[in-house]
């Protein structure tokens, strides 16, 4: 299997796993993810269900809400603040992305495409040409294949200036944007819409400059909005919904682990171990090479030898 086939792969087995690492970071303007599932069609996660509006809708119903704006701004800096306390970049925020409640609580959404802060190139890029993210709100970092936690804050940038003028800083192809990005910052949002508020005109402008290092961060965006210092970088471990209908698949891990603690081999058997050992072994079919296999008689190596075209999964 070519290697840039096999790291999709890897990274498409892999992407749920990291995605509910997620669940243990607990904030009000964080969509809160709960349990990670799956069956033979692949993997899901299940989630907070929220009603409300998109961030465009909410901001802009009829004509710009400036007390809106600014409402929902601190609260996508608080929400930031403590995803990158977590450790965690978005990459992929955008005003479909964010949804406003009745009650006003702004809620980032869809952490599809999130990674670690410092993770390796083969998680924050794919090998080939392609980069991670929405043209139209990714950095310019990005662009090149790079994203740190100032690559959200320009996301923000962008969100700020469409909110304020209507219509996004860059206009064109995607190819044409991403050129655009790499050249400099748009112009300034007060010239494409005249006598907007000077305090939010300063603050976009900032937040889309072409230099991480010269964008504005949580703390400074939260202060020149007239709100508290972020408190919220302390993540706290998620609690977990209550288990139902599961008595006896509780029942036999809490053996599971008691036989675990005192020494003895503990099997995970069930359709949900199966299922996992399956895919795990088709994900991992790049090994199963008969100069690999026949250098080894581990039973991991006879595990992933073995044609993913079985039984194991069958109804």
């Given at each position: 299997m070519p290697f840039v086939a096999f790291s999709r792969a890897f990274r498409s087995f892999l992407a749920p796993w990291r995605s509910r690492a997620l669940a243990?970071?607990?904030?009000?303007?964080?969509?809160?993810?709960?349990?990670?599932?799956?069956?033979?069609r692949g993997?899901?996660?299940?989630?907070?269900?929220?009603e409300g509006a998109g961030f465009m809708d909410y901001v802009r119903p009829a004509g710009l809400r400036l007390d809106r704006l600014r409402g929902t701004l601190r609260q996508l800096a608080d929400g930031l603040v403590a995803l990158h306390a977590a450790g965690k970049l978005h990459r992929d925020l955008?005003?479909?992305?964010?949804?406003?409640?009745?009650?006003?609580?702004t809620v980032i959404l869809d952490f599809g495409i999130a990674t670690d802060v410092g993770a390796p190139d083969i998680n924050r890029k794919t090998v080939a040409t392609s980069v991670f993210g929405t043209p139209a709100y990714m950095s310019p970092e990005?662009?090149?294949?790079?994203?740190?936690?100032?690559?959200?804050?320009?996301?923000?940038?962008?969100?700020?200036?469409?909110?304020?003028?209507?219509?996004?800083?860059?206009?064109?192809?995607?190819?044409?944007?991403?050129?655009a990005k790499l050249q400099g910052p748009p112009p300034p949002p007060d010239t494409v819409t005249p006598g907007l508020p000077a305090d939010l005109t300063g603050l976009c402008v900032d937040?889309?400059?072409?230099?991480?290092?010269?964008?504005?961060?949580?703390?400074?965006?939260?202060?020149?909005?007239?709100?508290?210092?972020?408190?919220?970088?302390?993540?706290?471990?998620?609690a977990r919904p209550p288990v139902i209908g599961r008595e006896v698949q509780l029942s036999g891990l809490r053996e599971a682990l008691q036989a675990s603690?005192?020494?003895?081999?503990?099997?995970?058997?069930?359709?949900?171990?199966v299922r996992l050992r399956k895919r795990a072994r088709c994900s991992m079919d790049f090994w199963r090479r008969p100069e690999r296999t026949a250098r080894s008689s581990s039973p991991a190596a006879a595990m992933f030898a073995r044609p993913c075209r079985s039984r194991v999964g069958k109804r």
């Open positions: 243990d970071v607990v904030h009000p303007n964080l969509i809160a993810l709960y349990e990670l599932m799956g069956d033979d993997w899901f996660l299940t989630m907070e269900l929220l955008k005003p479909s992305n964010v949804m406003a409640t009745p009650g006003d609580r990005q662009v090149s294949g790079e994203a740190v936690e100032a690559s959200d804050w320009y996301a923000l940038g962008i969100m700020l200036y469409e909110a304020l003028t209507g219509e996004l800083p860059f206009q064109g192809n995607y190819l044409a944007v991403l050129a937040l889309l400059s072409v230099d991480p290092a010269a964008r504005a961060t949580g703390d400074d965006l939260l202060r020149r909005l007239g709100a508290p210092r972020a408190v919220s970088g302390v993540t706290l471990r998620a603690r005192a020494g003895r081999r503990t099997v995970a058997t069930g359709p949900w171990a």
